[in-house]
Structures are given as structure tokens and as C-alpha cells.
């Protein structure tokens, strides 16, 4: 079981920057694959980032090359740090935990709104 919890959603600005982070209840050196979704209303839930154990990073379309994702397995977190942000960009993002032989995991979302 993994109990995952984000924060660092808010209010931007468009061009402005958030970091989200995502807090994981266990060792994540045993979580195979962590990622970063996001769901903005009326729409499918979307990759943004994911990181592997080993290091693996792959990036969804949506908002590649603004985005970037790691993990600090000493502190069981991992980030995604988002730039040039536009109001496309509005939408509840969430933490995703994958450990092979189980459900996916996830976190209750964090609202990020682009907004001047």
C-alpha cells in the first residue's frame, strides 16, 4: 500500500512557474515508476512526466520542454517543477505510483490555475 500526497498547486500568472511535489508513504526505491497526470475538466487524464526507479524519464507531449521531473528517494518525494506556464496548462494534477503486481496508485490532486 502507498499513500501518496501532493502540493504546491495554486494560482499563476501565465509565464509564471509552480513546483509540485509529491509526498510517498514508503521507501519509493521499491516504487517502480512514479508520474505526474493531469485532468482538466471535460477532458481525459493526461501524462505529464514519469521517472522510473532508475532514473527512466519520459515526458507527455503536453507540456514538454516546460516541465521537469525527479524524485529524492532520501526523502521519499518526488517534483515536478513547471515553467512558462499558459492557462491551457489549468487542470488538477495528480501523483501516480506504480509497484509491479499491484494497482496503481494515486494522490487526491492538487489545482494548478493559469489565470492572469
Known amino acids: 500500500q502507498v499513500q501518496l500526497v501532493e502540493s504546491g498547486g495554486g494560482v499563476v500568472q501565465p509565464g509564471g512557474s509552480l513546483r509540485l511535489s509529491c509526498a510517498a508513504s514508503?521507501?519509493?526505491?521499491?516504487?517502480?515508476?512514479m508520474a505526474w497526470y493531469r485532468q482538466a475538466p471535460g477532458l481525459q487524464r493526461e501524462l505529464v512526466a514519469r521517472?522510473?526507479?532508475?532514473?527512466?524519464?519520459n515526458y507527455g507531449n503536453s507540456m514538454k520542454g516546460r516541465v521537469t521531473i525527479s524524485r529524492d528517494s532520501a526523502k521519499n518525494t518526488m517534483s515536478l517543477e513547471m515553467n512558462n506556464l499558459e492557462p491551457e496548462d489549468t487542470a488538477v494534477y495528480y501523483c501516480?505510483?506504480?509497484?509491479?503486481?499491484?494497482?496503481?496508485?494515486w494522490g487526491q490532486g492538487t489545482q494548478v490555475t493559469v489565470s492572469s
Open positions: 501516480n505510483a506504480v509497484v509491479i503486481g499491484n494497482p496503481p496508485y
Open positions: 521517472i522510473s526507479n532508475i532514473g527512466t524519464i
Open positions: 514508503r521507501d519509493i526505491f521499491r516504487i517502480n515508476t
